[in-house]
């Protein structure tokens, strides 16, 4: 049985709280702004094939920051503390709750030590074989859960590479790999 340490949902709000912490109320509202216009760009973006694309990640960030300013002026704080949001401790002790859940029903499965995963959300982009990179030609962009980026390439394949594939239909290479949650250098 895996387990994953964060889900995708805790690592985007997790990786809001963290860069929120000790920025002021007009920060946080400029992040605030900057992930409403990221979300604008993701809806008029191509639509991806899986439920975990950029549209729900910039959906869930943007929620986080417009949830922490207002938290930042109903409690009248000048700066954003993470453990005095009662919302951000319930998140994670939610997420403890949920891997000693897990870790229970593999125990109970006879599973004695369960593999707790720590992955991470790259997003793979794919471009027609055969030619170069160019804006504006189609890309076609999942992302996926994965240990690493050579894991994330080979599970896209795994998915869309077999014969009548996403992939193989349209003669897509698979262009670029880059790990979105938590953003490149940022530890949890």
Known sequence: ??????????????????????????????????????????QEGRAEPHRLSELFIARLQCAQWERIAHVMAQQGMSVYVPSQDQRAVRHEEERLRRLADEAACAEQAGIAVPEILRHQVYRIDARAAGTLPVDGDPVVILHLMAASSTEASDKAWAIHGKIGGLYQRGGYRITSVEQVLPEPGEFL
């Open 1 to 42: 049985m895996l387990i994953y340490e964060y889900l995708p949902l805790e690592l985007a709000r997790l990786g809001v709280v963290r860069k929120a912490a000790r920025l002021g109320r007009a920060q946080v509202l400029e992040h605030a702004r900057l992930a409403r216009e990221r979300e604008e760009r993701a």
